[in-house]
């Protein structure tokens, strides 16, 4: 099993920054990728941005893409999302998602995000 947890949430105000790390424990080898989502209420949860495990590629979101930074720290399993320049509309809650083969097979429990304006 892979366990992963979210941290970093908050409420701020628009145009300010936030942290999210997501620390991944378990049966992790293998991983191909690790993503972030979000889902606003009464949404759909959307791919915001992900990075490869082994090579570090990165992947994003146009409505986030010269915003948001996806890294990753392998030594520490986590993965970590800079958002900067934040707006309202990022308002949601962000999950993190563990990729082995073609789907994202493992989730975490969600950290919410609310931007003021």
């Known amino acids: 099993q892979v366990q992963l947890v979210e941290s970093g949430g908050g409420l701020v105000q628009a145009g300010a920054s936030l942290r999210l790390s997501c620390a991944a424990s378990g049966r992790t080898f293998g991983t191909y990728a690790i993503g972030w989502f979000r889902q606003a209420p009464g949404k759909e949860r959307d791919f915001v941005a992900a990075i490869t495990w082994r090579t570090g590629s990165t992947n994003y979101a146009d409505s986030v893409k010269g915003r948001f930074t996806i890294s990753r720290d392998n030594a520490k399993n986590t993965v970590y999302l800079q958002m900067n320049s934040l707006k309202p509309e990022d308002t949601a809650v962000y999950y993190c998602?563990?990729?082995?083969?073609?789907?994202?097979?493992?989730w975490g429990q969600g950290t919410q995000v609310t931007v003021s304006s």
């Open positions: 998602a563990l990729q082995k083969g073609m789907e994202y097979n493992y």
